[in-house]
């Protein structure tokens, strides 16, 4: 068996400044995708706007802002709103962790609906810019989750070669390491099928469709191998908080895929 290397969470000291791994991963995700989305914007049809650099700069002041507030006020509602009843001071203490991916995508949506609505285009031709180019991203942040040594993965048997022991469980027991099996899945898996998708021009709303049903997917099976959070434990059905959020993403993408294609078909 493996043991977490218990990795330092802090990687650079300057003085009384603290630079985490964590928010590193943010960094280089948001410079992942202004590169990918640079890009996608020089690709003759595959925008339906005259995007230029100077657009991609607000919209990634639109996104940071959706991440941070949607993604805090996320963890806040859907996984310990008693808590944060009981105590509305602490929401604003985001250093001490606590973000939530789906809260995340909710705020991102309101963020791009936001800077479509200033600009006249639809809110698809930009989800369905941002879409393919932040899969990356997300692996890089869930492998800064694997060097914290949170979210670890439910008990697994001894004998699979890449079982690990995580001294921050509460059980010195072997585990799946589920950060990495969820940086494959969504830094792998879901950046390179969505990416190959959004090389050939698709018709408005498709993309952000595929987008919303591979992510949903694949972080449905990898739930099976994260431990629950511990105060919440696993739901109806046997199924984990996170694998209830994913199931309308899943059928929000097969339906926005399919409204996309009857109304472009239509036209």
Avoid at 106 to 135: Q, S, Y
Avoid at 159 to 184: G, K, N
Wanted: proline share 7%.
């Amino acid at each position: 068996m493996w043991v977490h290397p218990q990795f330092d969470p802090i990687a650079l000291r300057l003085g009384p400044l603290a630079v985490h791994w964590y928010g590193l991963a943010y960094l280089a995700g948001f410079a992942v995708f202004m590169l990918l989305a640079r890009w996608r914007i020089r690709q003759p049809g595959l925008v339906n706007q005259p995007w230029t650099t100077l657009h991609l700069d607000d919209l990634l002041f639109y996104g940071v802002l959706g991440v941070v507030l949607g993604g805090r006020l996320g963890f806040v509602f859907f996984y310990k709103p008693e808590y944060y009843l009981a105590n509305p001071l602490e929401i604003f203490k985001v250093w001490t962790g606590g973000m939530a991916f789906h809260g995340g995508l909710l705020g991102v949506a309101a963020a791009l609906a936001i800077f479509a609505w200033r600009r006249g285009w639809r809110f698809f031709e930009v989800t369905d810019l941002v879409a393919p180019c932040v899969g990356f991203s997300f692996g890089l942040v869930r492998i800064a989750n694997f060097v914290n040594g949170e979210l670890w993965g439910r008990p697994a048997d001894p004998s699979l070669p890449w079982a690990m022991v995580f001294p921050q469980s509460p059980t010195l027991e072997p585990r799946h390491p589920s950060q990495l099996y969820q940086a494959f899945g969504e830094g792998i898996v879901l950046f390179g099928l969505l990416w190959l998708y959004a090389r050939k021009p698709r018709l408005t709303g498709q993309i952000s469709g595929v987008f919303l049903f591979l992510y949903g997917l694949q972080r449905f099976v990898i739930e099976f191998f994260r431990e629950p959070d511990v105060y919440l434990g696993l739901q109806a059905l046997g199924l984990s908080r996170g694998q209830w959020l994913c199931l309308p993403m899943i059928l929000a993408g097969l339906a926005l895929w399919v409204w996309s294609t009857r109304r472009g078909r239509a036209r």
